[in-house]
Structures are given as C-alpha cells and as structure tokens.
C-alpha cells in the first residue's frame, strides 16, 4: 500500500469518547463486538474483554469520525463504574434488552449517572433496545420506548447483535448527533477534554504535500 493511501485512511475530523451503559447481560458487549469486529459469541464472559474498542465511521462523504467505545467488563453488575469512566464521555449508548423490563426502567438511572458525572459538559443519548431478534419474549413495546426517547430528545433503535439487524445505526445516530452539536456551536471544543479530539481535515493528497492541517487550528 502506498504512503498515500495509508495516510488518507487514517485520516479523521474527530473522535468521539462513548461509553455503553445498561444493566448487565443486555447486551451491551456483544453489540460492540458486533460493530467493530463484526462477530457474535453465544457465551460471554462479563469480566472479560478489551475496555475499549475504536471504530472509523464516515458521516457523510470524506467525512470520518473515529469512535474510541468503552465498555464496562463487568462492572455494572455491582454498579460500581467509576466517575472517571464517564468524565470524558461526549456520547453515551443506552442500552436495554427488550425481553428484560427492568433493564428498560433502569435506563432513566444510567443516564442519570452519566449526566451527574459529566457534568457541567453535555452528555449525549442514544437509545437502543437490545435483542429484537427476542420479538416472542419482548417485555417493551416499541412505542413505549420510542416515546421515551422523544420525550428526552434522543434518537432510538432497537437492534440485535445476534443478527446485525440496526448495529451499525445504534452507533451511526449517536455519532451524527453530536456532529451536529458541534457544527451548531452547542458543544464548545476543549482541547483540555478528552471527550472530543480534532483529527485532520480530509483533503486531496498531493505527492509534495506533506503538511496535514489541524480542524482547531
Ligand atoms: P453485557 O453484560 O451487557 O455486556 O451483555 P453481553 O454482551 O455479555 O450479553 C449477555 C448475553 O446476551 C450473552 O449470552 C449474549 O450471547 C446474549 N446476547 C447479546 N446480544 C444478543 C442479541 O442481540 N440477541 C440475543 N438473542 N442474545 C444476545
Ligand atoms: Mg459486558
């Protein structure tokens, strides 16, 4: 592969912090593995697994977001996540199971907590019900739940990392809000935060350019 390529690849205007939260065995790894890896495991070890997983998604043409995800590995089961957990968050991906009613009665907490320990930046929301491949087991009608998010002005999906179905969407909504919220001026960049990052501004590469330009500058 050519220094050129290799370099247009790697390029990004931003990445974005996000975190997975929902009480345990919704499904909140199994949909991560699924987005970055593109697999599904029958058995998962809740303790284990790699914290964070990264992914490249491009928004819009020439437009690429690194999403730098965090997982909880277990943690949630004794909710015991740690305030430095969420502090650098500038997205989280709430997640229910739709055949488990509690782990939906629960989101309104878990985003709760992300907002007290955000705070004072801004958190954004995204919504997903987990499991929809579980339709003859479903505990949560989908109007219920999309109502839920209207109310709190978030987008909302339900998806299954066992078929595919809506995973890449789960992660596409939350990060094309918060684009948005950048392109408006409601998210003010700092660069002291590890929330958001500016990558490089995608441009045409020429063989006697090598000076890539920062978004911030
Ligand atoms: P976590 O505790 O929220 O990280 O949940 P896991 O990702 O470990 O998943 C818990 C259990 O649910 C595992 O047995 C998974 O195989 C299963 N699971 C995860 N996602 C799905 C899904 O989309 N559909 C179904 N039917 N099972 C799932
Ligand atoms: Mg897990």
Redesign the pocket.
Same mark, same amino acid.
Do not use: R, W
């Given at each position: 592969m050519s220094d050129m390529v290799a370099r247009s690849e790697t390029i990004w205007a931003y990445q974005f912090r996000v975190v997975l939260l929902?009480d =345990?065995?919704?499904?909140? =790894? !199994?949909?991560l593995r699924r987005f970055t890896d593109g697999c599904f495991?029958?058995? =998962?070890d809740?303790t284990v697994g790699v914290d964070f997983y990264s992914r490249l998604i491009e928004i819009s043409p020439g437009t690429r977001i690194k999403l730098q995800l965090w997982?909880t590995a277990g943690q949630e089961r004794f909710r015991s996540i740690t305030r430095s957990y969420y502090r650098s968050s500038v997205g989280a991906v709430l997640?229910y199971d739709i055949s488990n009613r509690q782990s939906f009665l629960h989101v309104v907490t878990w985003a709760e907590e992300a907002r007290l320990h955000v705070a004072p930046r801004h958190v954004s929301f995204a919504l997903v019900g987990?499991?929809c491949?579980?339709e003859e087991h479903r505990q949560v009608p989908t109007e219920e739940a999309s109502n839920f998010a209207r109310l709190h002005k978030m987008p909302f999906i339900e998806a =299954? !990392?066992?078929n595919g179905k809506n995973v890449e969407k789960s992660f596409v909504m939350l990060t094309e809000l918060i684009y948005r919220l950048i392109q408006s001026g409601d998210i003010i960049m700092d660069e002291q935060w590890d929330g958001i990052k500016c990558g490089l501004v995608p441009k045409p590469l020429t063989l006697d350019d090598d000076e890539n330009k920062s978004c911030c500058a």
């Open positions: 929902g =345990s065995t919704v499904g909140k =790894s !199994a949909l495991l029958e058995v =998962s809740p997982d997640v987990q499991k491949d579980l =299954s !990392a066992k």
